[in-house]
């Protein structure tokens, strides 16, 4: 597949979005498409681990002008309708949902939502309940790395030894085994350990502030406050739990993890007035969501659940695949992911290699 990838991504996609293809040979849905926001306006990318799961507006708009034209958009009460039972779907049948609740989703979203007129369900932490707008722990951790250079030492509580690192790769090794270690601890044991971490690499306490006074900076980083995110909900969104601090669920014991589970429906429902019966996982990967996960997420009310992995069945509806829209996607690479095309191949050169 790596080799043939690009051919795959400039000829033949192309080939068959403007043949209509892709979209009569679309599988049965419905397809579930997640964001994570759009860069917003004076925001320039410059670092892909941070901003490659953000897309531009333009990529946005288009996308959701394709959708619109050659896919039916339904809405997130149609989504839980069809969950009970009790509506069938059209055919094409695409839900649109957003993940970490970040500012751009008000700011910059909002605005082409409403122009083509769609409905998203967007998942928010329990950091959206607060009156005091904040950055996501692990954002944190990677914006303090980059700050204290492409060379530095640390020493965390956990380990015995002291860490040297050197070089972007050594950094992205570094960011993801912390985001592990970390995810493992209660809230106020990994609070301590990132301000040991940030008092380590030098970064002063009041280093937010250089986010917070940039507005370009403040809606690329920032979760919607309290305030905010009912200005979602007014404009007809629907909002879903995505954990109350965001941790990697697995790596919890399992009390923990159904209280970040169970209180974020409870908290957002008491805040909003209104039910929350979706769950997105934090992470979403194979690594961060088990069969434990899904039966918490059933234990705790919910109708359903989220990951972020591309699947061709729709049975589990405590594990339901979605399709994680990034910067990389050309709207022909996009639109072979929501057919199910990019699935098939995938599945095609599995079975191969498999009989190989």
Not at 62 to 74: A, E, G, H, T
Not at 210 to 228: G, I, P, S, W
Not at 232 to 254: F, K, V, W
Not at 276 to 297: I, M, N, Q, T
Request: glycine share 8%; aromatic share 10%; hydrophobic share 40%.
């Amino acid at each position: 597949m790596r080799i043939i990838s690009p051919l795959l991504k400039h000829v033949v996609y192309p080939g068959l979005s403007r043949s209509g293809y892709l979209r009569r040979s679309a599988r049965g849905g419905p397809v579930v498409l997640t964001y994570h926001g759009i860069l917003p306006q004076g925001y320039a990318a410059h670092d892909s681990a941070l901003d490659g799961h953000l897309i531009t507006a333009d990529a946005f708009r288009r996308q959701l002008r394709l959708l619109k034209s050659n896919y039916n958009v339904i809405s997130p009460e149609q989504f839980l309708i069809w969950c009970k039972g009790e509506l069938e779907l059209p055919p094409r049948a695409v839900l649109l949902t957003c993940d970490d609740g970040l500012l751009n989703t008000l700011t910059d979203m909002l605005p082409i939502m409403r122009e083509l007129d769609v409905t998203f369900l967007i998942f928010v932490t329990g950091a959206s309940l607060s009156d005091q707008s904040s950055i996501l722990w692990y954002e944190q951790l990677y914006l303090w790395f980059i700050e204290a250079g492409e060379k530095f030492s640390l020493r965390v509580p956990w380990v015995p030894e002291v860490r040297q690192v050197q070089g972007r790769a050594q950094i992205l090794s570094l960011w993801q085994e912390l985001i592990r270690q970390l995810s493992a601890l209660d809230v106020g044991s990994r609070s301590q350990g990132l301000q040991e971490v940030r008092t380590q690499l030098g970064i002063s306490h009041g280093w937010e502030s250089e986010y917070a006074q940039n507005e370009a900076k403040r809606c690329r980083f920032f979760m919607l406050n309290v305030t905010e995110l009912r200005k979602l909900t007014n404009a007809g969104m629907t909002i879903g739990a995505h954990t109350l601090t965001h941790p990697m669920l697995s790596q919890l014991p399992e009390d923990l993890a159904f209280q970040e589970i169970s209180q974020s429906r409870a908290q957002l429902g008491q805040a909003l007035g209104r039910e929350v019966w979706a769950l997105a996982f934090p992470f979403g990967g194979p690594d961060a969501v088990s069969g434990r996960e899904s039966e918490l997420a059933r234990r705790a009310g919910f109708k359903c659940a989220f990951v972020n992995m591309e699947s061709n069945t729709c049975d589990n509806r405590f594990g339901f695949p979605r399709i994680h829209v990034s910067a990389g996607m050309n709207i022909a690479e996009f639109e072979a992911h929501v057919s199910g095309f990019y699935r098939s191949i995938r599945e095609r050169d599995f079975q191969a290699g498999v009989h190989a």
